[in-house]
């Protein structure tokens, strides 16, 4: 088959409209255009007045040869891929081993997926609970404020992405297309199908729900084993060689192979493996608030005349100002339709996310607009440093909240005229358990706050009302990515512990469900072959991105 890329037709256009313009494309007639299957479909909406929608089309034609040598130059035009996911390795038969992934989120998932295709039963460990069990403790915080610590936005089945806007686009290289791979696993387990084509493909809170229990269920069907409110509490390391796990009700498991896929908000077994010896560096992280506006202000910023068009959807943005105090300012997990939600996962503080269901039709849009920070300027001296600057904002927080697991909230025109708020405006925040109106400046460092009034008016220049006086502020956001790095080599192992894989976004690897589910891939593919004495490459610093 052939890949055409960079085909483009009116928003609106007729279904013959797209055949008609690959045979142009290609110089042929329609009687010999034989299979035509969609590989992206995304949009192009610089002319407000005239979006376009840009498809990538993977076409299957008569006389395939000759068009090919004749179409030879053109960089638009070229041979399918094979995506197919290839095993790298099969579990020999009477293996006693059994690998231990810790962790239940995107990578643990599909680490723990992929052992078990290929034969090695791996055993996954989850502090948390099963999802369902979960998320009514999830909502317990919400609607009554009641936290539980082990089971709640960040721990649990599905890991945090589970609470998120299910967002399945990423910026990593994926030369194997092992993303997909996550994808393709994904509709088998419900999701929709068009998140295989979509260039911005989302499913929702709800709709991964059930996704995640199918597919727990299909790696217990191949001899997995998931075991629940089992935190690991210590590691058993000897000569640089993890030798087994200990859970914090004592018990212990042997194992050579661990992959560590616990997520950004794991602090307890940051230490715990520091505390053994394992390298951990350090690394940069944002912090910030999330804010919201009408979603229909967004969309008729980004889409003028077409907002609301059904193919489109709600609208989103990225936005990045560089701030004159050298910090960039930018838009993270950006939320059309969606709300503002309560993320603690630990007591006596604050944190918020955003989520949105898969039809994105709440009234607000939010995002995150947050601040880098950098070990080197804000919490040099200690590989861990970044965590308790972490807890000490997150606690800043939730006494500026009124002690309640309230968030701090802030309307815009009066963070930037730096006097407190007093009751909301026209946009009503969709944060809870509630809100409590204040400064938001004494819940954030000085410099967030010189840089977030600089880059409000900024961001206001690309969409208009941004910086509109109603907008809502809640504080604060400090889970962007995880404030340690646990160091690999090229054969996915931590740089000084042999047996221990560290994954995803906890270990400084991911950035969001799509890159952690490629990671899992590629760790569990390490795994294998270490197990099966094989070798694996390629386990160099990821490129991380959003939820």
């Given at each position: 088959m052939l890949r055409l890329t960079e085909i483009?037709?009116?928003?609106?256009?007729?279904?013959?409209?797209?055949?008609?313009?690959?045979?142009?494309?290609?110089?042929i007639k329609a009687k010999d255009l034989l299979e035509v299957s969609i590989y992206r479909r995304g949009y192009d909406a610089r002319r407000r007045s005239r979006i376009l929608l840009v498809y990538t089309v993977d076409v299957s034609v008569a006389n395939e040869a000759a068009v090919a040598k004749r179409l030879a130059g053109d960089r638009h035009v070229g041979p399918t891929p094979d995506m197919a996911y290839t095993f790298v390795a099969q579990a020999p038969g009477g293996l006693q081993e059994r690998p231990v992934v810790i962790g239940m989120g995107p990578c643990?998932?599909?680490?723990?997926?992929?052992?078990?295709?290929?034969?090695?039963?791996?055993?996954i460990l989850e502090r948390g609970k099963a999802v369902r069990e979960r998320t009514k403790d999830t909502w317990g915080l919400w609607r009554q404020s009641k936290l539980n610590?082990?089971?709640?936005?960040?721990?649990?089945?599905?890991?945090?992405?589970?609470?998120?806007?299910?967002?399945?686009?990423?910026?990593?290289?994926?030369?194997?297309?092992?993303?997909r791979k996550v994808l393709t696993e994904f509709v088998k387990a419900g999701a929709p199908e068009e998140i295989l084509y979509v260039s911005k493909p989302h499913i929702?809170?709800?709709?991964?729900?059930?996704m995640v229990e199918e597919m727990r269920g299909n790696i217990e069907a191949l001899g997995g084993e998931v075991r629940f409110q089992s935190r690991v509490a210590d590691f058993d390391i000897a000569d640089g060689q993890v030798r087994g796990v200990i859970l914090a009700d004592g018990s212990r498991i042997e194992t050579r192979h661990v992959v560590l896929a616990v997520g950004h908000s794991a602090r307890d077994t940051f230490k715990a493996i520091y505390d053994r010896g394992v390298y951990v560096e350090a690394k940069p992280f944002s912090v910030g608030v999330r804010i919201e506006h009408p979603q229909s202000l967004i969309d008729t910023a980004r889409l003028g005349p077409n907002a609301g068009h059904p193919i489109l959807g709600a609208a989103d943005y990225k936005l990045v100002h560089h701030a004159s105090n050298g910090r960039a300012a930018y838009s993270f997990c950006m939320c059309p339709g969606g709300t503002v939600v309560a993320a603690t996962s630990e007591e006596n503080r604050v944190v918020t996310n955003g989520m949105s269901q898969y039809s994105r039709n709440?009234?607000?849009?939010?995002?995150?607009?947050?601040?880098?920070?950098?070990?080197?300027?804000?919490?040099p001296g200690h590989p861990l440093a970044g965590i308790d600057f972490q807890r000490y904002w997150e606690s800043r927080a939730f006494e500026a909240g009124g002690g309640t697991y309230a968030a701090p909230a802030q309307r815009?025109?009066?963070?930037?005229?730096?006097?407190?708020?007093?009751?909301?405006?026209s946009v009503e925040p969709s944060y809870k358990p509630g809100v409590h109106w204040t400064d938001l400046s004494q819940c954030l460092p000085d410099f967030v706050v010189e840089a977030l009034r600089e880059a409000l008016p900024a961001f206001a220049k690309q969409i208009k009302g941004f910086a509109m006086d109603d907008a809502v502020m809640t504080a604060i956001e400090t889970r962007t990515s995880s404030p340690i790095r646990i160091k690999r080599g090229d054969d996915f192992q931590s740089i000084n512990t042999r047996g221990l894989y560290p994954a995803g976004e906890g270990a400084g690897y991911a950035g969001g469900i799509l890159s952690a589910g490629v990671d899992g891939i590629k760790v569990a593919e390490a795994v294998a072959l270490d197990m099966t004495g094989g070798t694996a490459s390629g386990g160099a610093r990821g490129e991380s991105t959003e939820w």
């Open positions: 483009k037709l009116p928003l609106d256009h007729a279904a013959e409209e797209l055949p008609a313009a690959i045979c142009q494309r290609l110089g643990g998932l599909f680490a723990g997926l992929i052992l078990a295709q290929m034969g090695f039963k791996p055993i610590p082990e089971s709640n936005v960040q721990f649990g089945e599905g890991g945090a992405g589970t609470f998120s806007d299910g967002k399945l686009h990423t910026q990593i290289k994926d030369p194997k297309f092992h993303g929702g809170t709800f709709r991964l729900v059930g709440e009234r607000n849009a939010n995002s995150g607009i947050v601040v880098s920070i950098s070990p080197e300027k804000d919490y815009v025109g009066d963070f930037l005229a730096g006097r407190p708020s007093t009751a909301c405006g």
